[in-house]
């Protein structure tokens, strides 16, 4: 079986030897994206073709780069370049913000399973301890233990004085 007719094994892609560092690249195109993005850009591009619109409507012929006769040709093809540019990379920033995203939202999740899990888990410490404090005696109930034991010492103690008086009278023998 020749190379090209076995499907076991994917072919190589053929590269024309250009390697670029993607995540250099993807920075590289944010900050473009987000410069694309503000109003300062807006106001210079508005000045850059009023400039240069003016300066090919009132220069004289000889000095005009891009003649109105022309229809402008070539403002036209700098911005359709600028906008062929633009659109990629800003369809790239977005991508990459849409990874972060789902990257803090994958972290967020498993952040929130986590303290929901020890939530649980302290939940059911709380319930153990709460169990085992049900046994354990208040101070009412070892004052009423006491009192029950001073009362039964000092019955014992008042039967032992009347059995020794007893004796000594001679009435119980030792």
């Known amino acids: 079986m020749k190379r090209r007719e076995d499907l076991t094994t994917p072919r190589q892609n053929r590269r024309l030897g250009v390697h670029y560092d993607p995540d250099a690249f993807g920075q590289f195109s944010e900050g473009i994206a987000r410069y694309l993005g503000t109003a300062r850009y807006l106001v210079y591009q508005s000045v850059l073709i009023?400039?240069?619109?003016?300066?090919?409507?009132?220069?004289?012929?000889?000095?005009?780069?891009?003649p109105n006769k022309r229809?402008?040709?070539?403002l036209t093809l700098v911005l359709s370049l600028q906008a062929s540019y633009a659109a990629p990379l800003i369809l790239l920033a977005q991508n990459r913000q849409e990874q972060r995203d789902r990257s803090q939202t994958e972290t967020d999740r498993k952040v929130a399973e986590r303290t929901q899990a020890d939530t649980e888990f302290l939940a059911r410490e709380i319930a153990s301890v709460r169990l085992s404090l049900g046994d354990v005696p208040t101070n009412s109930d070892?004052?009423?233990y006491f009192d029950k034991l001073t009362a039964a010492v000092?019955?014992?103690?008042?039967?032992l004085d009347d059995l020794?008086?007893?004796?000594?009278?001679g009435i119980i023998p030792d």
């Open 164 to 169: 020794e008086a007893r004796s000594r009278k």
């Open 142 to 144: 070892l004052e009423d």
């Open 50 to 66: 009023a400039v240069w619109v003016a300066w090919n409507y009132v220069a004289p012929e000889f000095l005009q780069f891009d």
């Open 71 to 74: 229809g402008l040709v070539l």
């Open 154 to 159: 000092e019955r014992m103690n008042a039967r």
